[in-house]
């Protein structure tokens, strides 16, 4: 995950600082020595980590210890505030408009993923902005360009417009049309890139922006490429007067500089992030939030709202009447295994505070485990799976024969499930026990 290495070594800093009664002008300097090094090593541009730096040390030298936090927790605080401003303070949202048609322009290098992330987009706009939106192939140059949109486009139910190879300042002017006969009232063009910036690329990005005036103009930048996705940047914005910025790849093993670096390059405000492969991994950026990932403190909000969209509401409704009455079933624990399955552990890793990510990290449901479990349920009658209590020796070598596993396999099912039962019922009484060292070898209740 991008900042992993950063967030490492910003901790290893704050460590130093634990204990101190009051801060003086060596322990700032000593710590910012280290903020700096690791900022540098995350490929954040050299400019943004010297006045970065300069700000942290002026407010932190000489300042007296607040009630209740220690100089670590101070230094951390001002860090944190400092961190959220370098990204751009608050959440900057699209430029919508309020009636009518809006056209957002999607620009960048090629590589950068502008096709994949254009539909995430506009997925999820359709999803939470209740838009219809309409995606437009004006990228000619790029081999199976067009055909990519079309697949992700149909994967996502979103319709796809292209003209094949014409002028793209046509395209766009004709999609607008389109859309305005067909209802759609979101229009996102995919542009073409290019391995580098050039004068022909730029003029073509002019012309179509000339055409059509797009509301918005988001410039898509690969988390990965570091200082090259800065100054690609900056030229972008200069030739085209950018609006607003859509980092992709930041689910990968990224120094994440770029992050830390746009905004104070460019003054245009990150707007969305890709963050995985799925068509749904796509999240509006949020400063705060990232600030809080970076210095270990997690992103319960995010994770919360993760939670809400993966969860059906009214089985979660359901469950927690079950676990009120201590009448949950295999059925309801095979359901809950699956609905963890849709949150993904790495995300939810990511999110946790401190030492219970870390906890996390590498976690992962195991698929076949998943599978010989929903097969062993499965095979039960429905009595079976309402009382498990009546399974025995002769019901589990039948179970067992049904779905393809051993009566091992059957035995450790049960025993997860008890745990977890017991787990509930202890919950429900207001007593916390420790919930993700419950089983054995490490593993918890849900036997991943």
Do not use: W
């Not at 949020?286 to 994770?303: E, Y």
């Not at 059957?410 to 919950?427: A, F, G, S, W």
């Amino acid at each position: 995950m991008a900042f992993e290495s950063l967030s490492d070594k910003l901790n290893n800093a704050f460590k130093k600082l634990r204990g101190k009664g009051r801060l003086s002008e060596g322990d700032i300097k000593e710590a910012m020595r280290e903020v700096r090094l690791a900022l540098l090593e995350a490929d954040v541009s050299y400019k943004v980590v010297k006045d970065f730096v300069k700000t942290v040390s002026e407010r932190a030298v000489g300042q007296d210890v607040m009630e209740s936090l220690t100089p670590a927790q101070m230094v951390i605080k001002i860090v944190n505030e400092e961190l959220v401003a370098l990204m751009g303070g608050q959440t900057a949202k699209l430029n919508m408009s309020p009636k009518g048609l809006t056209v957002v322009m999607l620009v960048g290098l090629q590589g950068a993923g502008k096709t994949t992330n254009g539909a995430k987009l506009a997925a999820y706009i359709k999803k939470h902005n209740n838009k219809r939106p309409l995606l437009v192939a004006c990228d000619i140059y790029r081999p199976a360009a067009i055909k990519q949109l079309e697949t992700v486009g149909g994967q996502l139910g979103i319709p796809v417009f292209q003209m094949g190879t014409e002028d793209p300042v046509i395209i766009a002017k004709s999609a607008i049309e389109h859309a305005k006969k067909h209802g759609n009232d979101l229009v996102i063009l995919d542009t073409a890139g290019r391995l580098h910036i050039d004068e022909a690329l730029m003029d073509e990005l002019k012309r179509v922006k000339a055409e059509v005036s797009p509301d918005e103009i988001l410039l898509v930048v690969d988390a990965m490429t570091g200082q090259d996705a800065v100054n690609a940047a900056k030229a972008f914005d200069d030739a085209l007067g950018i609006t607003g910025v859509m980092l992709t790849k930041l689910d990968g093993d990224a120094r994440g500089g770029a992050a830390l670096s746009v905004r104070a390059v460019t003054g245009k405000p990150i707007k969305f992030s890709g963050i995985g492969e799925k068509l749904t991994d796509i999240e509006p950026f949020h400063p705060d939030r990232m600030a809080s990932r970076i210095l270990g403190m997690g992103d319960v909000l995010t994770l919360i709202e993760k939670a809400e969209a993966a969860i059906d509401q009214k089985k979660a409704a359901e469950m927690a009447e079950k676990l009120r009455k201590n009448s949950f079933t295999l059925s309801d624990y095979y359901d809950q295994l699956v609905q963890l399955r849709g949150m993904g552990m790495q995300d939810i890793a990511g999110m946790l505070p401190g030492g219970a990510g870390k906890a996390l990290q590498g976690a992962k449901l195991d698929e076949r485990q998943l599978m010989r479990t929903e097969a062993i349920i499965l095979s039960m009658t429905q009595r079976e799976r309402d009382d498990p209590s009546i399974i025995n020796h002769s019901r589990k070598k039948r179970i067992a024969a049904g779905s393809g596993t051993t009566v091992v396999d059957i035995n450790r099912l049960l025993k997860q499930y008890e745990l977890l039962k017991q787990m509930t019922k202890q919950l429900s009484k207001g007593k916390m026990p420790g919930m993700m060292g419950g089983g054995r070898k490490g593993k918890n209740p849900f036997g991943f």
